[in-house]
C-alpha cells in the first residue's frame, strides 16, 4: 500500500496524518517532502499519526529521524501520534522510544507543544 | 544432517522494485511453512533489508549485476541466501547504531535489524559480491509441518 500523508491544522500544530507504509523509495520520498513543505510554510509544531501505518523498514525509520532533526534545526518541534505496535517494537528495538515525545491521544499531543 | 525439503532461488535486477518483490516473496514462503504472523513480519523484513543493501550499497542498482535470492527450507531452518556482485564491504567499519553517538543518524540499522529478527546471520563480503544468510529456526508444529510449493 502506497503512503499517503494528509495534513491539517489544529490550534496551531499541523497535524500529518500517515497511512500505509514508510518505506525506501516513494513512501520516505511523501514523508520528507511533507515536512519540508510545512517547515518551508513556518510550521515549527508537527506531529505524526502514524495510527494507519502499519509498515516502517530502516529507511523509513530514517527518514523519522532526519525529519526530527531537520524541524529540531530549524527550532520546531516534531511528535509521533498513536503508533501501531508493530512500529512501536522497531522503535523500543532501536532505542528511538527514548528520542522521539511519543503521544497516545491526540488532544493531549496538541496542548503539550510549546 | 538436516535434510532438504525446498529450495527455490530467484535472479533479480538491481531494481527498487527487486525489493519489494523480495519482500513478497519471504512473506508468502514464511507463511507456507506456517510461521506465526509476527514471525512472517521479521522474516520479510529481514529479507528486505537485506535486499536493499544488495541492490543499494552492493551493486548500487547497476543495471549488468544480478541479486540472487534463495529460500531453503530443511527440517529445521528456514535459510535465505541474498548474494549481490557488488565490490563487498568492510563488516569493521558498520557502526552500533544503538550507541549514544549513531541513534540520530538516518541510516546504518538494515543488519541490525535483520539480526534482532533472524536466528543467525552471517555476512560474507568479499571482492566479488556479498553473500548473506538469514536463519530462522523452525519451532515445533508452528511451522514446517506443510509442504510448501512454488
Avoid at chain 1, 36 to 60: F, P, T, W
Avoid at chain 1, 97 to 107: G, N
Wanted: proline share 2%; net charge neutral.
Amino acid at each position: 500500500m502506497t503512503m499517503k500523508a494528509n495534513t491539517r491544522q489544529v490550534d496551531g500544530v499541523a497535524i500529518v496524518d500517515c497511512s500505509g507504509r514508510i518505506t525506501l523509495g516513494e513512501g520516505s520520498v511523501i514523508l520528507r517532502d511533507t515536512v519540508r513543505d510545512l517547515l518551508s510554510k513556518g510550521n515549527k509544531k508537527i506531529l505524526l499519526n502514524l495510527a494507519d501505518v502499519n509498515y516502517i523498514d530502516s529507511s523509513g525509520i530514517g527518514e523519522l529521524v532526519s525529519a526530527f532533526t531537520t524541524t529540531k534545526n530549524q527550532g520546531g518541534e516534531l511528535k509521533l501520534l498513536k503508533l501501531t505496535k508493530k512500529v512501536n517494537d522497531l522503535l523500543q528495538i532501536t532505542k528511538l522510544y527514548t528520542v522521539f515525545d511519543v503521544k497516545d491521544d491526540e488532544t493531549t499531543a496538541v496542548k503539550s507543544f510549546k | 544432517m538436516a535434510m532438504t525439503e525446498q529450495r527455490v532461488s530467484y535472479t533479480l535486477d538491481s531494481t527498487l522494485e527487486t525489493v519489494d518483490s523480495a519482500e513478497d516473496k519471504a512473506t508468502r514462503f514464511a507463511i507456507k511453512l506456517g510461521f506465526g504472523e509476527d514471525e512472517v513480519m521479521q522474516i520479510s523484513m529481514a529479507v528486505r533489508e537485506g535486499a536493499v543493501n544488495a541492490v543499494l550499497h552492493g551493486n548500487a542498482y547497476a543495471p549488468d549485476k544480478k541479486i540472487t535470492l534463495e529460500f531453503v527450507h530443511t527440517t529445521h531452518d528456514l535459510v535465505i541466501t541474498i548474494r549481490d556482485q557488488g565490490k563487498g564491504m568492510d563488516l569493521s567499519k558498520i557502526p552500533n547504531p544503538l550507541a549514544p553517538e549513531n541513534l540520530l543518524k538516518t541510516s546504518g540499522r538494515g543488519i541490525f535489524l535483520m539480526r534482532s529478527f533472524m536466528d543467525v546471520v552471517e555476512i560474507r563480503p568479499s571482492q566479488t559480491g556479498t553473500e548473506l544468510k538469514l536463519i530462522k529456526h523452525v519451532h515445533g508444529s508452528s511451522a514446517g509441518g506443510k509442504e510448501a510449493s512454488q
